[in-house]
T-cell receptor, first 111, second 108 residues
Framework: DAGVTQSPTHLIKTRGQQVTLRCSPKSGHDTVSWYQQALGQGPQFIFQYYEEEERQRGNFPDRFSGHQFPNYSSELNVNALLLGDSALYLC??????????FGNGTRLTVT | AQRVTQPEKLLSVFKGAPVELKCNYSYSGSPELFWYVQYSRQRLQLLLRHISRESIKGFTADLNKGETSFHLKKPFAQEEDSAMYYCALLYNTDKLIFGTGTRLQVFP
């Protein structure tokens, strides 16, 4: 079982650019959540996808958007990147009423 | 508002000493709480879930609704316990609210 996989592992972008991060959930999981972890902070919930729809959203601007595909994999898109978007982006997958499992994350640096 | 507080950024103990990592929460409903652990260069891993009442790697945590706490305890710390520990509250069934984490350092 590969667990939750994320790509890429590291990414460097310039302010104003757009970025797409990818996540494959743990086998058998149907729900994908995205979290942002700034340096020295705990992960912050961005949004969650289930049955290809955004089910919940945290306190993040519309520049953050996502998608879930029929195979349950997911993408996180961030437009108009700001320096403050530099962080570790974590994907977590779960089944109903089960604890989320996390991937290794994508380290995004915005310069 | 829902909130998880971990008051200690760093906790240092010697091997064999007892460990208690503190976690307090603010939530008006019936809480579901977790402890996640992140070892160096590894992903966040689930350590404990309060409804399962398991003991994992010698760690236990009891939910105290009166004190709104979910402290993580281990009677005898091991060097391999050195890691970052996060307490988290499950909100609206699926959204985890994390504390800022406590780094545990266990010295030989």
């Amino acid at each position: 079982d590969a667990g939750v996989t994320q790509s890429p592992t590291h990414l460097i972008k310039t302010r104003g650019q757009q970025v797409t991060l990818r996540c494959s959930p743990k086998s058998g999981h149907d729900t994908v959540s995205w979290y942002q972890q700034a340096l020295g902070q705990g992960p912050q919930f961005i949004f969650q996808y289930y049955e290809e729809e955004e089910r919940q959203r945290g306190n993040f601007p519309d520049r953050f958007s996502g998608h879930q595909f029929p195979n349950y994999s997911s993408e996180l898109n961030v437009n108009a990147l700001l320096l403050g978007d530099s962080a570790l982006y974590l994907c977590a997958s779960s089944l109903w009423d089960r604890a989320p499992h996390f991937g290794n994350g994508t380290r995004l640096t915005v310069t | 508002a829902q909130r998880v507080t971990q008051p200690e950024k760093l906790l240092s103990v010697f091997k064999g000493a007892p460990v208690e990592l503190k976690c307090n929460y603010s939530y008006s409903g019936s809480p579901e709480l977790f402890w996640y652990v992140q070892y160096s260069r590894q992903r966040l891993q689930l350590l404990l879930r309060h409804i399962s009442r398991e003991s994992i790697k010698g760690f236990t945590a009891d939910l105290n609704k009166g004190e709104t706490s979910f402290h993580l305890k281990k009677p005898f710390a091991q060097e391999e316990d050195s890691a970052m520990y996060y307490c988290a509250l499950l909100y609206n069934t699926d959204k985890l609210i994390f504390g800022t984490g406590t780094r545990l350092q266990v010295f030989p």
